[in-house]
């Protein structure tokens, strides 16, 4: 099976701006969790999407949301974009408990 | 208080030997833990899952679990040049996907 793939892997916004992120999953996998990993806060949980819905939602602000398709397919937003939002962003399919990661956007605000 | 710590590192072993990471998670309600593997630069790779108290072992890599305690640890044994990496312990809920992770132990093996 084809593994995660996250479009775009590379980005460069500058503050102010929104940027949307995409993840496609394993093919039968229908969970999506997405993750910012920076250098001083290591990996922070996002929010978990199942079958369309969010069903789980970490502690950051509003600027960021998410979707998922009916396709499981799944999509983030930051906007207002902060220099501290440079970060890799990784997205992760799940099965039953077990979440496999995607190769990640590394996202760079000027 | 972090939900969940790692034995601080970085952690070096000469090649051939054990190399032995820890880490505690605070949240009693925690019902599922994994190690992943993060080479420099690319994203976390899974290793092991571990549900149950006690050992699961793969390969030249043992896991064990002692909710009692709230501890999990990874045994490497045979360590080769390729284990070096940044490993990151994660612990989820029963029935969550919410996966709260360590800091990470980064290891360097020695050849």
């Known amino acids: 099976k084809a593994g995660v793939t996250q479009t775009p892997r590379y980005l460069i916004k500058t503050r102010g701006q929104q940027v949307t992120l995409s993840c496609s999953p394993i093919?039968?996998?229908?969970?999506v969790s997405w993750y910012q990993q920076t250098p001083g806060q290591g990996l922070q949980f996002l929010f978990e999407y199942f079958s369309e819905t969010q069903r789980n939602k970490g502690n950051f602000p509003g600027r960021f949301s998410g979707r998922q398709f009916s396709n499981s397919r799944s999509e983030m937003n930051v906007s207002t974009l902060e220099l501290g939002d440079s970060a890799l962003y990784l997205c992760?399919?799940?099965?039953?408990?077990?979440?496999?990661f995607g190769p990640g956007t590394r996202l760079l605000v000027l | 208080q972090k939900e969940v710590e790692q034995n601080s590192g970085p952690l070096s072993v000469p090649e051939g030997a054990i190399a032995s990471l820890n880490c505690t998670y605070s949240?009693?309600?925690?019902?599922?833990f994994f190690w992943y593997r993060q080479y420099s630069g690319k994203s976390p790779e899974l290793i092991m899952s571990?549900?149950?108290?006690g050992d699961k072992e793969d390969g030249r890599f043992t896991a064990q679990l002692n909710k009692a305690s709230q501890y999990v640890s990874l045994l490497i044994r045979d360590s080769q040049p390729s284990d070096s990496a940044t490993y990151l312990c994660?612990?989820?809920?029963?029935?969550?996907?919410?996966?709260?992770f360590g800091a990470g132990t980064t290891v360097t093996v020695r050849a």
């Open positions: 571990i549900y149950s108290n």
């Open positions: 093919s039968g996998h229908r969970s």
């Open positions: 992760a399919s799940s099965w039953e408990r077990t979440q496999y």
């Open positions: 994660a612990a989820g809920g029963r029935s969550d996907y919410k996966l709260s």
């Open positions: 949240d009693r309600g925690s019902q599922s």
